[in-house]
């Protein structure tokens, strides 16, 4: 399903979610296909969130920049309430990323992911 999307920019793929060639939907699944395919062997993926992915999808706000464009959000340095935050760190793998200073709200509404 993604391999249509392989050669895109995010900006390329945010003008097709804007001119309604593409639903944020179709980014998401061709995202998922692809993190679960490559996961296996590169474990970047620890904590998934594929099913909010695709409830964002339905929400998507057009104006912003990379509309409906999938991303990863990486625990190293960024927070997200609500979230586990461990920063690949197995100390800190049950660290409620809602205390403490660096806590904060969603990084991004401008994507599905």
């Avoid at 474990?43 to 509309?67: C, G, K, M």
């Amino acid at each position: 399903m993604g391999d249509e999307y392989d050669e895109l920019d995010a900006t390329a793929m945010a003008s097709l979610v804007r001119a309604g060639q593409i639903h944020p939907r179709e980014l998401v699944e061709a995202a998922i296909e692809r993190a679960e395919a490559c996961n296996p062997s590169l474990n970047a993926i620890i904590h998934r969130q594929f099913e909010r992915a695709r409830a964002d999808a339905e929400h998507v706000d057009l104006s912003a920049p990379f509309a409906g464009v999938p991303f990863l959000f990486k625990d190293y340095k960024g927070r997200e309430a609500g979230e586990p935050y461990h920063a690949g760190v197995r100390t800190l793998r049950e660290l409620d990323a809602g205390r403490g200073p660096a806590g904060s709200g969603r990084p991004c509404r401008s994507s599905a992911w």
